[in-house]
């Protein structure tokens, strides 16, 4: 009985293929968050600076894409579990850069009045259309062009470029500052950077077209023949991959609200911190403290395959739990750039024992046929509900004066992930990337065991 993806047999080609998927997953990763780094500047070219608003719309339209992003979880993990996951990949990013440039060259407010911000949404509705893609996707091939046994190391670079991205946004914005005003920024430094994403995402196209494919070639023989109808199935997910998807979204909620609370709120408190003095040294902060934690993912996931993925997702969830009150509490009273770094770092840290794996943890729960979709769309709905919303009620909060709530709120959520991860995870056990063919045996047992009993 044969295997359904390719099991790499070479470290040099699997480093190969890592390198390539991740490229566009750095891209891609650089167009989402350069709208959070830039938001501040760009706020007044779509919202009137008198509407005291303003800022909780900004971050509204940034929670509002992530409605999009199980829409495209389940349109291109479909695709990539029927026609491949190098295609998929090139796709997405594709929709990405288009998006992008279509920002960089947005007219105002002052232009077409309300037509600007309809113009904005539209872009950033896509945007989350092609993420929801991409995570799914890139998530199933760098899980899977890893070589067993070092498939930890290898597949935490899906957040090296993931963290990269932000890293590189925040670079952008450092330059910037140094080199022109804010005014300069405000009118037309955030049309660069939007359209910086927008023409790297053209070298990654061609980068992407490139890697080796993950599926077999007669798995998707099968499927162009019409003989693999169980492929990107949304009814064989749901009626027998149900647990897997369910243990996804539980897996993810903790790790995505703490994620944008700690990687993209944080940074945006140290801002703000120190926007009244120097611009510059928050900028630097979280500049520095990014680049941690994107150096840390390897790291991360060396070490779990050391140890176990569930004894790094235990090490997030108990760290979460203690550390959320302290990062929101105490950040926005810094003064002293040393002390804000370190509360940020520590934050960070935590953080990596989620993100360095979480990615192979999830394409490990689910078989190949449906494993993009199940990954990408476990991802996205958790992601939407906990994720994106993050900042936003992070926002509101502290115009309610509520913050204490906000905290509460990320607290609970990470305990009940932390449970999960608990009961419901093993650290030594077969899984659908490592033993398929065990895992396949094993599935057929208990349906005949299931037949038997009715």
């Not at 590189?168 to 300069?184: K, P």
């Not at 243990?247 to 926007?275: E, R």
């Not at 509460?408 to 093993?426: D, P, Q």
Request: aromatic share 12%; net charge neutral; hydrophobic share 50%.
């Amino acid at each position: 009985m044969s295997t359904t993806t390719t099991i790499p047999t070479s470290l040099r080609r699997s480093i190969s293929n890592t390198l390539k998927g991740s490229a566009g997953n750095l891209v891609e990763w650089y167009d989402v968050y350069v709208y959070s780094v830039f938001a501040v500047y760009f706020e007044s070219q779509f919202f009137s600076s008198d509407d005291k608003n303003s800022t909780i719309y900004v971050w509204a339209i940034f929670a509002v894409t992530f409605l999009m992003r199980p829409i495209g979880s389940w349109f291109f993990g479909r695709f990539a579990d029927r026609y491949g996951r190098r295609l998929s990949l090139t796709v997405s990013v594709s929709l990405m850069a288009f998006c992008s440039l279509i920002i960089a060259f947005a007219p105002t407010a002052e232009a077409i009045g309300v037509g600007a911000v309809v113009i904005l949404v539209f872009a950033r509705l896509l945007q989350g259309f092609a993420t929801g893609g991409e995570y799914g996707t890139s998530a199933t091939y760098m899980s899977e062009a890893a070589m067993p046994g070092r498939r930890g190391f290898l597949s935490s670079f899906h957040y090296v470029t993931l963290v990269g991205g932000h890293v590189l946004a925040q670079t952008t914005l450092l330059i910037m500052v140094l080199t022109l005003d804010e005014e300069a920024i405000s009118t037309w430094g955030w049309r660069v950077a939007f359209a910086i994403g927008g023409v790297a995402a053209v070298a990654v196209f061609w980068m992407r077209r490139t890697m080796d494919e993950s599926l077999e070639k007669h798995v998707l023989d099968d499927t162009k023949a019409g003989r693999a109808k169980d492929s990107g199935s949304m009814s064989d997910l749901l009626v027998n991959n149900w647990r897997p998807l369910l243990l996804c979204f539980a897996i993810t909620a903790g790790g995505t609200v703490a994620f944008y609370t700690y990687s993209v709120t944080g940074p945006n408190i140290v801002k703000t911190a120190f926007s009244g003095g120097d611009v510059v040294t928050g900028t630097v902060i979280n500049l520095i403290a990014l680049s941690a934690l994107m150096l840390m993912q390897p790291l991360g996931g060396w070490l779990s395959d050391k140890v176990g993925r569930k004894s790094l997702l235990v090490f997030f969830g108990v760290g979460g739990v203690l550390y959320t009150w302290f990062l929101i509490t105490m950040l926005p009273q810094q003064t002293n750039e040393f002390a804000a770094f370190a509360i940020l770092l520590g934050g960070f840290v935590i953080l990596t024992g989620y993100t360095s794996i979480n990615a192979l943890v999830k394409a490990q729960l689910f078989p190949t046929h449906v494993r993009a979709l199940g990954v990408g769309l476990g991802y996205a709905l958790a992601n939407s509900l906990f994720g994106g919303t993050a900042p936003l009620l992070y926002a509101g909060a502290q115009s309610a004066e509520q913050v204490p709530l906000f905290i509460v709120y990320v607290t609970v959520i990470i305990a009940a992930s932390l449970a999960v991860y608990v009961f419901a995870l093993r650290n030594k056990a077969p899984n659908w990337l490592d033993d398929e063919l065990v895992m396949r045996e094993a599935q057929q047992q208990k349906s005949r065991e299931t037949v038997v009993a009715r």
